[in-house]
């Protein structure tokens, strides 16, 4: 069966689809349909978009992405370093009893950064603890 390369504004393969399209299919905006066998060798497959990240995730789901990457043991110990005393506690409170992470939340960042997380680090990690079934 033949297929047709979806190409982005830069020429480079985003998908592929079957040749046999529907009467008036057109392309996604800002694409084009080209022929797979017309494709130059070694052409460049466009990079996935990444999934974007939740606004928040169960406490629980977060809690087993930090221990399937082995993270979690450190989370106790670097609340305990945070300077601040009400602050600290504050976070101790934030991470022992709640229920639900919100991505933006000032606790969370604060937990963020006691456990040396960057906000990409953190993006993945709740991307991928979305994907966890409590």
């Given at each position: 069966m033949s297929r047709l390369a979806i190409t982005n504004a830069l020429g480079?393969?985003?998908t592929f689809v079957r040749a046999d399209v529907p009467p008036g299919w057109q392309p996604p905006a800002g694409c084009k349909a080209v022929p797979e066998a017309a494709l130059p060798v070694g052409?460049?497959?466009a990079a996935a978009l990444p999934q974007p990240v939740p606004e928040s995730v169960k406490a629980v789901q977060f809690r087993h992405i930090l221990i399937c990457k082995g993270l979690s043991a450190g989370v106790d110990?670097?609340?305990e370093q945070i300077a601040m005393p009400v602050e600290r506690e504050m976070v101790r409170n934030y991470w022992e009893y709640e229920t639900e992470f919100a991505r933006s939340s000032p606790r969370l960042a604060m937990l963020a950064a006691a456990c040396r997380f960057t906000d990409a680090?953190?993006?993945d990690l709740f991307r991928e603890a979305s994907e966890i079934v409590p």
């Open positions: 480079h393969v985003v052409y460049k497959m110990a670097a609340v680090q953190l993006d």
